[in-house]
């Protein structure tokens, strides 16, 4: 079989910069052909042994990984922050949520991994089994270097596949520390460590590896570009896929009693991870009489942000969220370097093709934060609907508002987009929100809320957001083979 290697525009090596000031923190040569052909050969042997091992014992290892987690949430925060400018106090927060979605599948295991009765027939009792399939591959992104990892290995772990993960080269530490604390409860509750292994793999590594007959499924959440390559191969070789992939969710005002209020909600929610979120609200669409205080005051407080350093505890948004009287609105630096110039390049091409800039729209260039990859908070109006960029997702600290005058009008620009991930819509009339919710072309959508973000319940996308579903009951069924279990009387 002829497969394409994904393109890659990475670094020769597994590289952790600091992206507040451009110096490298570690470096980690890739994998030779002969490590990895060594790696998936001893997945391979760990699943003869992991896949018998009794649910409660599996179910102990997962228990172990989260109190693994807890423990050390402040190390592997401080971790991410370094690595890759998330502030802080939300890589805590990331530390911890991974913490919990290993404990609570570990929690409701034998519920949902119980085999359930489809038909009790005179001669015959059937039944519908969940069970492992083999080595999993998981290819993971930059912006949750520990909840994306978690919210794969946990079911498929419980379930009983080996994992192989492949994570982001700016990562690498990230990726190394995860890869301990689960070897580490593995070894601690007697099991082979190589039941989940970290991979420094090249692009054209990770084809091999997807066309490997012992690999039998693989997950990314990534870029479109990525996905199509992966689902590509995937489907080559007739192996399952998830794809979590990007997103330019609607975040709809239909009424408001505070416009201003929800304005500035809207932003912290914006700015959160400065704005590299794959569901976040990249596209606010406004009703026309709300829609000038509603923009007055997103641009008023978008400009008071002012950079910062992600390792102190007051920068970012939900920092500020958290206690806006007191507290400056800061923001970190992205994630990289070249982030920072692909969305410089996208906000100027934006206002090329007749989008009105407010504020920010530049690289911080002066001051303390001048050599960091930091962009100041951007809010954008009138971005061409129909033009190549509007139809692009903006990665970072960018906020574009519409201004519409119907609800059939603001239903067509959120149904309008490749994407479709996640979305939300406001309203202050009785039923309007729901009436308006259940039409939007989404994964997952709200009602005068924001779909919730927790360990039970499923997260995925439609259209060019990709397929599958990850946490909860859900996130357990992807990798297993739904096998039908017959008996004869």
Known sequence: MTVTPIASTASPVYRAIDVTTGDILSEYPFATDADITEIVDAAATAFTVWRDVPLLDRIAVVRRIADLFEARAGELALIITEEMGKPLIEARDEAEFSAAIFRYNADHAEEHLADQLLDDAEDSTSWYQKLPVGVVLGVMPWNYPYYQIARFAAPNLLVGNTVLLKHTESVPRSALVTEEIIRTALRDCGFPATGYTNLFATHSQISDIIV????????????????????????????????????????????????????????????????????????????????????????????????????????????????????????GPLSSFAAADRLIDQINRAVDAGATLHTGGTRV??????????????????????????????????VQVFRVSSDEEALALANNTRFGLGSTVFAGEPGRAEAFAVKVEAGMTGANMTPPEVEYLPFGGVKCSGYGRELGVVGMDEFVNRRLYSVKK
Do not use: H
């Open 365 to 398: 260039t002066g001051g303390e934060f001048a050599a960091g990859a930091y962009v100041w908070p951007t809010v954008l109006t009138d971005v061409p609907v129909g033009s190549d960029i509007y139809y692009e997702e903006m990665f970072g600290p960018v």
């Open 212 to 331: 490997d007959p012992r690999v039998q499924g693989v997950s990314l959440t990534g870029s479109e570009r990525a996905g199509a390559a992966i689902a590509a191969q995937a489907g080559a070789a007739l192996k399952k896929a998830v794809l979590e992939l990007g997103g330019s969710d609607p975040y709809v005002v239909l009424s408001s009693a505070d416009p201003r209020a929800q304005a500035r909600a809207a932003l912290s929610q914006r700015l959160e991870n400065t704005g590299q979120v794959c569901n976040g609200n990249k596209r606010l669409i406004v009703m026309a009489d709300i829609y000038e205080d509603f923009v007055d005051e997103i641009v008023a407080r978008a400009a008071e942000y002012t950079p910062a350093d992600p390792r102190l505890e007051t920068t970012g948004s939900v920092a500020f969220a958290a206690d806006p009287g007191t507290t400056t609105p800061t923001f």
